[in-house]
């Protein structure tokens, strides 16, 4: 069964730092480019970060960019994404996401986990 | 930045329905475009792909169309397990897969 779990999510405080992380099982990881997306409370989906299957390309969303990384460790099937200098506007439900491909470009997000909750709060 | 659009942003519909969900896209993105659902307390699933591709899995009376600029996603015959949030996304920039606000399809 192909299937992601994350983890990491707790309370931190403003200014704080985390580091998220998504084990992948039942497929061949280093096939894929991965993503984080996240949903604040209440609201929709936004798109945080992507990277390539090699780890070699990654991309970010201007909400983040400069403060989050988004690493892979293709030997441990697993995916990261270290969260510096951490806003309240960053609290939210973060899901990593496999796309269908391996570079990411222009493919759909076609597995899921079921998230992990950071909030952000003093 | 490509900015997505989603109309309307919620709508009430009896089992039986067809219902059709727009999404706009602020310039063209070809046919990079997906649609999601997702229900409460659960992960998003990926219903469409490449504008009209219908997922592995998923129900035949789901469906979509358009390119360039709008899309629309047809529940032919909706469903009870059909009541969820619905989602365009565009994969064309790389640089940000930008997803649409959102359309609620709940029970009238």
């Known amino acids: 069964e192909v299937q992601l779990v994350e983890s990491g999510g707790v309370v931190v405080q403003p200014g704080g730092s985390l580091r998220l992380s998504c084990a992948a099982s039942?497929?061949?990881?280093?096939?894929?480019?991965m993503h984080w997306v996240r949903q604040a409370p209440g609201k929709g989906l936004e798109w945080v970060s992507l990277i390539s299957w090699d780890g070699g390309s990654t991309y970010y969303a201007d909400s983040v960019k400069g403060r989050f990384t988004i690493s892979r460790d293709n030997s441990k099937n697993s995916l990261y994404l270290q969260m510096n200098s951490l806003r309240a506007e960053d609290t939210a439900l973060y899901y990593c996401?496999?796309?269908?491909?391996?570079?990411?470009?222009?493919?759909?997000?076609?597995?899921w986990g079921k998230g992990t909750t950071v909030t952000v709060s003093s | 930045d490509i900015q997505m659009t989603q109309s309307p942003s919620s709508l009430s519909a009896s089992v039986g329905d067809r219902v059709t969900i727009t999404c706009r896209a602020s310039?063209?993105?070809?046919?990079?475009l997906n649609w999601y659902q997702q229900k409460p307390g659960k992960a998003p699933k990926l219903l469409i792909y490449a504008a009209s591709s219908l997922q592995s899995g998923v129900p035949s009376r789901f469906s979509g169309s358009g390119s360039g600029t709008d899309f629309t996603l047809t529940i032919s015959s909706l469903q009870p397990e059909d009541f969820a949030t619905y989602y365009c996304q565009q994969s064309y920039s790389t640089l940000l897969f930008t997803f649409g606000p959102g359309t609620k399809v709940d029970i009238k």
């Open positions: 996401a496999k796309a269908s491909e391996g570079s990411g470009s222009y493919a759909p997000m076609d597995v």
């Open positions: 039942g497929f061949t990881f280093d096939d894929y480019a």
């Open positions: 310039q063209s993105i070809s046919s990079y």
